[in-house]
């Protein structure tokens, strides 16, 4: 069975509660943080996503699809009255050597980025909002990642001391609204698949 957690990664939203098919899932998870993992059957689920403490109106309201198995972040992107729920899956590829990285851009208004190592390797280029890559390779070790406006030297924000171990699956995920002091741009880099 899929197991799967929530990110909030709704700038200007409250805390939040999530109902699964109308059963509580989480409670009072706040913005940047994501929830444990929950086993789910393979299919069609609804999900309602509420201010934390009230079942009134929902923030958001619909259903995702999900395979049989595997592991799943689902993420809240958006503003308030605009959210979007993106499954991303956890599948990274075999191997025990290398440290696994992806990025996933959640800042709704900060525009297409590059992710260039410390040398000045891109590792993934132009990515937009709401997307996200594909899993790359990575020696294990400390990085300090910088996040440019694609295709530029530009640099727009810079995670420090990434340290990524070996055999263990990375998402950088980039959230905030570029320029704003209560909710500016972060990254909230999680290990996946357990």
């Not at 109106?57 to 049989?68: A, D, E, Q």
């Not at 699956?169 to 999680?190: D, E, F, H, I, K």
């Amino acid at each position: 069975m899929p197991e799967v957690r929530f990110l909030h990664a709704s700038p200007g939203a409250s805390n939040v509660d999530v109902y699964v098919n109308g059963r509580r899932h989480a409670s009072n998870v706040p913005y940047n943080q994501h929830t444990g993992y929950l086993n789910l059957p393979g299919g069609a689920h609804r999900v309602d996503i509420y201010p934390a403490g009230r079942r009134l109106r929902p923030i958001f309201s619909g259903s995702v699809n999900l395979n049989p198995q595997g592991y799943y972040t689902i993420a809240a992107s958006g503003y308030p009255g605009r959210i979007v729920l993106l499954p991303i899956g956890e599948q990274p590829p075999a191997g025990s050597g290398q440290s696994y990285v992806r990025f996933a851009h959640l800042s709704p208004n900060t525009p297409n980025v590059d992710i260039v190592l410390p040398d000045g390797t891109v590792l993934f280029s132009n990515i937009g909002y709401n997307g996200r890559t594909s899993y790359a390779a990575i020696s294990p070790g400390t990085y300090t990642l910088s996040v440019n406006l694609a295709g530029t030297d530009q640099t727009i924000m810079t995670l420090p001391n990434v340290a990524l171990a070996p055999g263990v699956a990375y998402t950088a995920y980039a959230m905030g609204v570029q320029g704003s002091s209560s909710n500016p741009l972060r990254v909230l880099l999680t290990r996946d698949g357990g």
